[in-house]
């Protein structure tokens, strides 16, 4: 069966902060897209969560505040989490667009 996305997703080296039931600090992104993000973490939110992300793009030295849903969750390792981004502002798709791109030139190379 094929998944259909709306989004290409990119694995990239940036980090996130997180604040749902906790507030959780320089955690990994699995990958990302203009429509949400993975992420590994050992704190689990349930499906349907709420959450604030705060997405640092060091290869840019900017950062996008963001709130997200959590749509997936495994809870068994490899401990991870599918969130989908909620009222992206236009400047914060703008920054993502931009280190996506940057994302893909360099894989191309």
Known sequence: ??????????ETDALLDYTGKD?????????????????????IE???SEVILLINFPDLGKSVEVKGVVVW????????????F???AEEGKDVLKTYLSLKEERKQK
């Open 1 to 10: 069966m094929s998944e259909l996305r709306k989004y290409k997703r990119i």
């Open 23 to 43: 507030v959780l600090l320089y955690h990994c992104i699995k990958n990302l897209s203009l429509g949400g993000i993975c992420i590994n973490t050992p704190d």
């Open 46 to 48: 349930e499906i349907g």
């Open 73 to 84: 969750a495994n809870h068994p390792p490899p401990k991870d989490m599918g969130i989908r």
């Open 86 to 88: 909620v009222d992206l």
